[in-house]
DNA sequence: CATGAATGAGCGTTCATTCAT
DNA sequence: GATGAATGAACGCTCATTCAT
């Protein structure tokens, strides 16, 4: 059964947990998690081995999700400062639309159910990011950090300022060209 | 008082939440904690009244730990950027001095178990990183941002770099200074 | 509906819980109802919220279970005074037969779980007593008594009259005779 | 320590005890009676052995203040009628005056940690009023009752009566006087 | 003798998972 | 495959009782 056939249902379930982990945090009830999907309680063990299984899932769905949306139409023939605003406007952008993914995204990152193995594929969905972030450091002040390094700054550096631009959205883009100044003046 | 309240006693259940907390997350059972510290089940509700409670202590004892490492010693007639260097150095000896505390912290910073009034205290220990903060960005290109931008800034990048130090411990002198520069080039 | 709730099994749990309470006052333990049951600990809580909603529930089957004894076979043609005698025959078998119950609902009535709101299903439930009561009265002494106080006056009657039958069987007879000849010169 | 030196503390428990049974029922913390008793925790223990102990004490103190309270000024050489009737207002009089020490008994008197020891011992307490009983009802309807069905019988009424006292205090007198006179109705 | 911290069994309730229907 | 009742281990917390101070 590599996938039961209703990925409507699925998808519902996947849907419901994030709207839940958002109210209830991690120890929402896979009972809730499946009401809140219009499916039945055992059901959704059809669709996800365990609890874990189900956040290992979500957590890589979210964040592929993320990462999809801030590589959305990059410009590929644009100059790396232009590259980069691109896909930190966009990842703003998404963070923004789509504060409930995000938050549950927060949560089980931090959760001890989500395998190495999770993290590693999730790390994997930003590739693209990671490449272009290659090539912009590749002169800069972090030549010789590590990658994942870099990674992580930028990431930390996108966390604060997505916190800041939900918490205070009238001056969202301002805070969103802070940011992403300051990711710039970090990297080159 | 016939057996006064033992602050050894709270002290030990404080290091073995920390401990419980690491490995099994913030659904640490009571009952464990309370074994790892070497004192009834029920001995731990003489020194908090409710897991939530126990949580929040905790939290702030950590942060306050952790602020009071990093502020040690401060050169407080230094120029600036030798004084946040020296408040950086001992932030990141702290991290990678005590791993689980830092761990625990992370998981706390995260419960939803935590009042805004543990977050405000905790946020009050770090006071003097942030007046230190302050004057640094005064005149840099963060001047005109919130000041908790700023510091969510900082704390995103001091993460990033301590999770690196802690992973590759051999280069953590390094990534330390990498880190710092980063910081530096944000700010100034 | 897979499995549906089990009328049978809802009943073992009432008779179980009639039996601990007997056995354990009104601490008795859900799990040793349960377990009385045959029936997982947990099930218990499918068929009723709380411990609380059982006993409720509970108070309310017995009560009317009373009542509808005593009511039973009512000869609505005969002489008051026939009709009261026959309803304290009825009752007074039936508190005979079922000690237990009886026992359990002594208990419950005194609960301070059982809510305002099960004390007037019970008490409606004795509607069809209270009218013949108050046809028997109108005439009587207690023609001017709040209503209330001579129903109370009657289940004082009635319990005291129960121990002794259950205390002294031999006699029941007897006494469920001077109990209503009591009854009787008390409202007429 | 047949009975230890400071008697007001013993008396402070036993009133504490009274008050917290009305507010919390016979789950009563021993804790919260001690506090309300202005007594350390586990010094409640060196006045009665258990907390069993100290309930099958209290039900027998307040049986018998209930009781002395009845019989007190008994106008031996009066009338039967009057006799009891002095009983009974006396009697109705101490309900009312004291409705805390009326309900914890009420709590008690159903509570299966009373002894039937301490029942006896009640019972004895109220031997004034039974000898009072005996030669009302040598010539009355219930001469051959068992004489403790006639105590029931009277304890019984007395109950609804109080009951009705305390609820409807503006017509208290009257209810009173219907109850007695439902007793002597019931007795001769 | 007073105190109150220490103890640990016990309780009501929850919940991931299984399985009869 | 879908349903939801059944299961029982686990949890946070309480409390009578003991005992070090």
Redesign the pocket.
Known sequence: ?AR???DD?RNAIMAAATRVIVT?GL????????QEA?????????????????FNQLYLELKAGMASAALEGLPARAELREQLSHVWSKWMVWAVSHPEKRRALAQLAVSDEITPVSRAAAHKTMAGIGELLERIRANGPLRNAPMGFVVAIMNALADATMDFMVQDPTNADRHCRVGFDALWRVLS
Chains 1, 2, 3, 4 share one sequence.
């Open positions: 059964m039961p056939k209703d249902k209830r120890s929402a009830p896979t009972a809730m998690i499946a219009g499916v039945a309680n055992g059901s959704l063990f059809t669709y996800f081995e365990t609890k874990a299984d189900l």
